[in-house]
């Protein structure tokens, strides 16, 4: 799986755990496709403190899914053959 589809996977599990401005500059740069610079610009700040922004959300969620396995349980509860299963776990995680 392709590095940023994961993290988006993550970050949808794992946002709420994330400050506002984490929450924004992570959705800026992976959904929004917006580069540091626009980012930086927008928010008033350098290139540089984005990225450190970016890397730190990464590793936050990176840090998550390592000690909470919500990811990983998501994937394989969802290989479970059965509708009324998926919707809950598509509910809830």
């Known amino acids: 799986m392709e590095n940023r589809e994961y993290l988006n996977r993550l970050f949808d599990i794992y946002k709420d755990l994330l400050t506002k401005i984490e929450q924004e500059t992570f959705i800026s740069y992976y959904m929004e ?16 403190s984005v990225g450190k922004t970016l890397n730190r959300v990464i590793n936050k969620l ?9 990811y990983k349980i ?5 290989k479970i053959d059965n509708k009324k299963i ?8």
């Open 33 to 48: 496709d917006l580069s540091l610079s626009e980012i930086g610009d927008y928010r008033g700040v350098t290139k540089s």
């Open 74 to 78: 998501k994937e394989e509860l969802i």
């Open 86 to 93: 998926k919707d809950i776990i598509s509910k809830y995680l």
């Open 62 to 70: 990176e840090d998550y899914e390592s000690k909470l396995k919500l």
